[in-house]
């Protein structure tokens, strides 16, 4: 079965610190692997995409075929940073399937 | 710049009720969803469109229809309102060779 895990609810780092939320996919063919973030009274909206392989907002996220998983990464942490993030797997269609998201807390 | 819009913010019902909830999108895309969000569950689909009067079940189409009547609007109908469908619906749309969902700001319904 397709399936995105995110095993975290809540993430609370303070600022500057690494972070890393995780994200772990189940599909039996070629995985696309997305990061959507919702900031605070604001839309859910795209983050990144495995495939461009770029960096935004200095978040990255490697594709991990052997461990099935896509987590997010950031080396400094910033309180702008504080939202909820979904990761999302695409299905041979274009339906998306969503993780259930894991809101990260920046303290400064 | 693309845009989803909803025709509420909030929205408080009875149970029982027949509640419509719009979705507008002007970018022409051919494809719309409609998913319920709710804390610790994510983002779970409901009904998606990929053409005018063309439909089909998400993951929890249980208890709601959809209309497409025209390619930029796409309906959510709850046919007798419940509390457990009281939630966050978000609206999305895309092209079928995109990967990018645009999504709208949310109606938050609460079913009493």
């Known amino acids: 079965a397709q399936r995105v895990t995110q095993p975290e609810k809540l993430l609370s780092v303070f600022k500057g610190a690494p972070v890393e939320l995780k994200c772990n996919y189940s599909y039996s063919g070629s995985p696309e692997l997305f990061w959507y973030v919702q900031y605070s009274r604001q839309r859910l909206q795209l983050l990144l995409r495995h495939i461009s392989r770029e960096s935004i907002k200095g978040f990255t996220a490697d594709l991990n075929k052997g461990e099935t998983s896509f987590h997010l990464k950031k080396p400094f942490a910033q309180e702008e940073d504080s939202a909820m993030y979904y990761c999302?797997?695409?299905?041979?269609?274009?339906?998306?399937?969503f993780g259930s998201g894991t809101r990260l807390l920046v303290r400064p | 710049d693309v845009k989803v819009t909803q025709s509420s913010r909030y929205l408080v019902k009875r149970t029982g009720e027949k509640v419509f909830l719009e979705c507008v999108q002007d970018?022409?895309?051919?494809?719309m969803f409609w998913y319920r969000q709710d804390p610790g569950l994510g983002l779970r689909l409901i009904y998606f469109s990929y053409d005018v009067k063309m439909k089909e079940k998400g993951d929890i189409p249980e208890g709601y229809s959809v209309s497409r009547e025209k390619k930029e609007r796409f309906s959510l109908i709850l046919e007798s309102a419940s509390t457990n469908q009281t939630s966050m619906y978000l609206c999305a749309s895309s092209q079928p060779s995109n990967y990018e969902q645009y999504f709208g700001p949310g109606t938050r319904l609460t079913v009493t």
């Open positions: 970018m022409d895309h051919e494809n």
């Open positions: 999302a797997l695409r299905d041979s269609s274009y339906k998306l399937i």
